[in-house]
């Protein structure tokens, strides 16, 4: 209850499954995470979230081109990460 409510813990457990870790915000569980097999060197992160305003939305964005960029290991500016924010009902 510390990280999520119920409703929203058992709405995150219908999206979950392999691979998918948790996404923060203001310390608590907005949405999970997972990779997304993608063409050539491309990344893509999909996040699945509980809604979140246009800031949120924009820092999450930031924070998984980041984590595309630590997977391609090479320095890249991230241009190669595509980011899905997908809004879980």
Do not use: Y
Not at 8 to 13: E, H, N, V, W
Not at 55 to 60: G, H, I, P, S
């Amino acid at each position: 209850s510390r990280f999520a409510s119920d409703d929203d813990r058992r709405r995150l457990a219908r999206a979950a499954g392999p691979l998918k870790g948790s996404v923060l915000v203001d310390g608590r569980v907005r949405g999970i995470w997972h990779p997304e097999p993608a063409p050539g060197r491309r990344r893509t992160v999909v996040v699945d979230h509980l809604g979140l305003d246009p800031t949120e939305a924009d820092d999450v964005q930031a924070e998984a081109r980041a984590m595309g960029r630590f997977w391609l290991g090479d320095g890249t500016d991230g241009t190669d990460v595509d980011v899905r924010l997908v809004a879980i009902a």
